[in-house]
């Protein structure tokens, strides 16, 4: 493992911004899809 | 046999069945896939802790291809044998491929920044890239746009067809063009040239990726079903059921 604390994790070696800003936009569009599509499922 | 699901109200409730087993893989997959990835997979020599950004970005771009070819697969299908589902499977695959085909870009603008220099450069892999993108908002648009269902299914296949074009174009633009953007690290020719670690955490990620674009093109796939044939008794029958 590369990580010695939390802040090393966060902090990617000084990527932090591209690399999480990369899993955030990821993370947001799946939560977005399931959610349009559990929106009308139940009617 | 297999024909027998061919018919919408047929293919409604395996549907149905398949998606949380579907999910639960994609989620399992993923969980392993981060876990390779971020804790496993050591620093590159090279690019040090961005090139984790692989793990997203080569599963996406990936899966943007292949849903495409897949969706035009289904779209020409349905024009040759006029079948009901082929264009529903289409049309329920094609905003989850312009989804992959934005985090491709997205995640690769954010790798290019700290690599290149720049978020984005107009050479042949990221350009195709975006008209990939165009070509499933074209698709949706088109198919949204024309009122009967039969008439969008044709239009749209062969939108789709043509633009299969782009996909041979995105996959060598990086042999034929002189690309900022590298050649593939792995090909059917040639082992990999990847830690195994590195390529152990893209492979169950892209994995994941299937397994996910599998779970939600059923369930957006159902969602279409209920929209077209609403009006059929054997729905309101399956929403008194389930």
Redesign the interface.
Known sequence: ???GSLNE?LA????G???W???A??AL??LL??LF?KM??TK | MIFNYAAPQAFYPVAGKMIPWFAWLAALLAIAGLTVGFFVAPTDATQGESYRIIFIHVPAAWMSVFLYLVMAGWAALGLVLNTRLSGMMASAIAPTGAIFTFLALWTGALWGKPTWGTYWVWDARLTSELILLFLYLGFIALKGAIADPQRADRAGAVLAIVGAVNVPIIYFSVVWWNTLHQGASISPMRSPTMVATMLTGMLLMALAAWMYSIAVTLARLRKIIRMREGDAAWVQMQRNSV
């Open positions: 493992m590369s990580w994790f990617m070696g000084g990527y911004l591209y690399v800003g990369s899993y936009m990821a569009c799946f899809e399931v599509l009308n499922s």
